[in-house]
């Protein structure tokens, strides 16, 4: 399970890297949004910048790093992916334009930019099954943040995409001469971006994690993520890490502890993130089971569980899906274990 699930997750914030011109406040107004998850704040902020300012590229880049990030942290790329991929099409036309408009620092940034649009486009397009497509957009952008890093080798969160397509290449493709060699060199990468200043550093701490999960070095991923919720302890994609973990571990208190304080958060969000709520219950019913608990009390919350009322788009996520098929499954079992 958590292998499947690191792979979708692995890039949640990938697009966060940013620096932009606007005036300090407004910048880190729309950051702290972003960060806190409050996606529709963020967006309202930098929409109501580009409406005073149609020609600011750095506004208009953070507000698609918004959407894709909410995208990815609600799975919803099924059915909203495609206006994600016109709208970062418009936007790298518009960051082509600038970029031989600008120099020096300037000029990396945008640079910077163009890169990243086009690894968001590459992550989307692989999300909906266009491998071909994506792994077109995935070279440039790789060859573009590359770019970047000799341009400016302290521009720490160059380094994430380029870290993560060596690592997944890698994986992937390992069996290629070439290519084996390449993961350690990926990871290598992504702990680099995890210098960069916030918060393009819980970028690369949100793919280190997964990483690290994927090769079972649980203890070291889960320190990276106390770390992050140390300071923001309602991040669900940190949560949900840490849930996740200490469930690999057999640490089944604080599993469950973890798991109750996802469904809580995530239940609570406008509008609900169901794949975080519905892991929340995953986990939380694994502990129970086995923990041996009551079957009534597993059965009441397999109920509980089934009985949200997940909108139909929602449903049709894979991740959705796996969840209710795991609840429905262990509500069967423990009804028909009850004494009558």
């Not at 107004?29 to 109501?48: E, K, N, P």
């Not at 206006?83 to 120099?103: C, E």
Request: with cysteine; proline share 3%; aromatic share 8%.
């Amino acid at each position: 399970m958590i292998s499947k699930q690191s792979r979708n997750r692995v890039t949640i914030l990938v697009l966060v890297s940013c620096t932009t011109v606007m005036s300090r406040s407004e910048l880190d107004s729309a950051l702290t949004d972003l960060v806190a998850q409050r996606y529709d704040a963020a967006g309202g902020r930098l929409v109501s910048r580009l409406n005073r300012n149609p020609g600011d590229v750095d506004a208009l880049y953070l507000l698609l790093a918004t959407k894709q990030t909410r995208i990815l942290d609600y799975e919803s790329y099924a059915f909203e992916g495609d206006r994600f991929v016109s709208l970062a099409d418009s936007v790298a036309d518009v960051l082509r334009r600038s970029l031989p408009q600008r120099r020096g620092t300037d000029s990396v940034r945008c640079l910077f930019y163009l890169g990243n649009t086009y690894g968001g486009i590459s992550l989307i397009l692989g999300k909906k099954g266009n491998l071909l497509s994506a792994a077109r957009k995935a070279l440039t952008s790789v060859a573009m943040l590359s770019r970047v890093q000799e341009l400016d080798p302290s521009m720490w969160e160059a380094y994430l995409g380029t870290g993560i397509f060596k690592y997944y290449l890698s994986e992937t493709l390992g069996w290629l001469p070439g290519t084996g060699a390449r993961a350690a060199e990926g990871i290598r990468e992504v702990r680099i971006a995890t210098r960069a200043p916030f918060p393009y550093n819980l970028a690369a701490r949100n793919s280190l994690c997964w990483i690290l999960i994927e090769r079972e070095h649980y203890g070291v991923a889960d320190s990276v993520a106390r770390t992050v919720l140390s300071t923001h302890p309602r991040n669900t994609i940190f949560l949900r890490i840490r849930a996740h973990v200490a469930l690999k571990q057999g640490k089944l208190e604080r599993a469950e502890a973890l798991a109750r304080n996802l469904v809580d958060i995530s239940g609570s969000r406008l509008p609900v993130n169901w794949c975080d709520l519905l892991s929340g219950y995953h986990v939380l019913l694994r502990c129970l089971d086995a923990k041996n608990v009551d079957s009534d009390r597993i059965v009441e919350l397999c109920d509980k569980a089934e009985s949200l009322k997940i909108p139909e788009k929602y449903r049709l996520i894979s991740h959705v899906q796996d969840h209710l098929a795991y609840i429905r499954a262990l509500r069967l079992r423990h009804s028909d274990s009850r004494v009558p």
